[in-house]
């Protein structure tokens, strides 16, 4: 770059080689100011000649500073000026990507066509790119679409192309597309890795599917893939949802045996699945065991503890977790409030139900009428 400004500075022309090599520097350092000078000397030079690397550069610098439009400005003038190199493969990639970060997704799409139309067969880089773009902005038909054309397109299989169709699912919530493309993976020369896992679990989760995410997990444990710490906790809070707390306390003792990291979401999820399960010892013990790893009894945690003792009808118990939480400084909510003062209203404790009253209306909580907390 001090090279090209020395040499306007003594009122020499630039080479266009000289230029291209100013570019890829420019566009390395994300430098997109200078770029767009250094490209309007480039279209000056004359006739293109080369290949497109430097305008490549140039583009990638613009990627880099979200500069979608004049990413794609540059596309269009390499398309059509005739005073820079033809468009590759990798430049259609670049604008894709920008157009994507500019939140830009039909006009990324486009570029796929455009490419075709130009004489250009998109390669399996350009097809990750377009489908991580629909994962991003949750355009999970769009992405299983880009699926179908690369398997239409006999494109070698790609894991980073099925993780992210996978997680386009996921976060538009379809469960059955995100399993249905893991198991197709499955099926082909592909491995299914831990990211697609992941998603798929999630998906199931989101659903509401947690026998679908048991199923992924004994499925993939047999081709001896195993899952991680996000993946335990995405099949736990699968439980959770739907009350299944024995398959969620498995879990934990699994990732036991695993070796494997336990968090406070999987601790949680279980917890919170025991208390919809109606059972309050258990959600005890498991509060007991998150100070065995080493975790710090969360909010969320000790709630569902005292909501599950207060449904079973164990108001000491409600009082006990209300006292453990002050003791270790995790402020109770609304929902352990309501709890202990339900217990102690339903058990004739009349005394403890005024004492606890005063004190959710000192932290400006609300009452919950009793039905509220049962449901």
């Known amino acids: 770059v001090e090279l ?3 040499l ?6 630039c080479s266009r080689s000289t230029l291209g090599a100013a570019a890829r520097s420019c566009g390395r350092l994300a430098q997109w100011e200078r770029t767009s000078a250094i490209c309007a000397e480039m279209m000056q030079t004359g006739p293109a000649q080369g290949d497109a690397v430097a305008c490549n550069a140039v583009m990638s610098g613009f990627d880099a500073a979200r500069k979608w439009k004049q990413a794609l400005n540059l596309l269009s003038e390499m398309l059509d000026s005739g005073r820079l190199p033809h468009p590759d493969v990798v430049s259609f990639g670049i604008a894709i990507g920008a157009c994507s970060q500019g939140q830009q997704l039909a006009l990324a799409l486009s570029l796929i066509g455009t490419m075709q139309s130009v004489g250009l067969r998109p ?4 097809f990750v790119i377009s489908i991580s773009a629909c994962e991003r902005w949750q355009e999970w038909e769009r992405a299983l679409g880009l699926v179908s054309a690369l398997q239409l397109g006999a494109y070698e299989p790609s894991a980073a192309a099925c993780n992210a169709a996978v997680s386009a699912c996921e976060k538009g919530r379809r469960w059955a597309e995100a399993l249905g493309l893991l198991q197709e993976a499955c099926g082909t020369s592909l491995e299914a890795d831990v990211v697609g896992l992941n998603a798929a679990t999630s998906a199931c989760e989101k659903g509401h599917r947690w026998s679908n995410a048991i199923e992924l997990l004994a499925e993939l444990q047999g081709r001896g893939l195993q899952p991680d710490v996000l993946a335990h906790n995405a099949m736990a809070s699968a439980c959770e949802r739907s009350a299944q707390w024995p398959r969620a306390v498995l879990l934990l003792a699994e990732a036991q045996r695993s070796s494997l990291e336990r968090s406070a979401v999987t601790f949680n999820a279980a917890i919170s699945a025991c208390e919809k399960g109606e059972e309050w ?4 013990v498991l509060v007991s065991a998150l100070r065995d790893v080493a975790l710090a009894p969360t ?5 569902a503890a005292a909501s599950a003792c207060a449904l079973a009808g164990g108001w000491r118990h409600t009082l006990g977790q209300l006292h453990s939480m002050n003791s270790r400084r995790v402020l109770p909510d609304a929902v352990a409030y309501n709890a202990a003062v339900w217990s102690c209203e339903v058990a ?3 005394g403890c139900a005024l004492w606890l009253l005063r004190g959710l209306q000192r932290r ?3 009452l919950i009428s009793s039905a509220g907390l049962l449901t």
């Open 348 to 350: 004739l404790r009349c």
């Open 281 to 284: 010892e258990s959600t005890l």
């Open 123 to 126: 390669n399996l880089v350009t």
């Open 299 to 303: 909010l969320v945690a000790c709630s």
């Open 8 to 13: 306007r500075s003594w009122g020499l022309r």
């Open 4 to 6: 090209v400004e020395g």
């Open 364 to 366: 400006g909580l609300q």
